[in-house]
């Protein structure tokens, strides 16, 4: 996989691969969704999806930041699908309402602005 994408210059920003019941999944961060599904699927690779994500940046020394995110986001009736970090210490979340998600991502944002 790392291969095909570097063949293809798609940078990996983000995330991991994991094993689910038995079956590894992988889950990246790049740039353009569609540049990688096509190398990917010229390597053989199956891409069973493309997402966009919400961004957002928590306070790194101050414990209890993904918890208070988490509960934001149940708050506001989105589940979040997939949780990571990327290369410039960015909360990465794949979530079932993106224009809802975003909205609180934003609203956090701002509030963590002004304080």
Do not use: C
Request: no cysteine; aromatic share 4%; net charge negative.
């Amino acid at each position: 996989m790392g291969e095909a994408l570097g063949r293809a210059g798609v940078s990996l920003e983000g995330g991991g691969v994991f094993l689910a019941g038995g079956v590894g999944v992988a889950h990246f961060l790049v740039a353009d969704g569609d540049a990688a599904r096509r190398a990917l699927d010229a390597a053989g690779i199956r891409v069973t999806a493309v997402n966009e994500v919400v961004v957002l940046r928590l306070r790194q020394d101050e414990p209890g930041q993904l918890g208070k995110i988490a509960r934001r986001m149940a708050d506001a009736v989105v589940n979040i699908q997939v949780q990571y970090s990327d290369h410039d210490h960015q909360l990465i979340l794949v979530v079932d309402d993106l224009a809802a998600g975003r909205a609180v991502a934003e609203a956090w944002m701002r509030e963590r602005a002004g304080a």
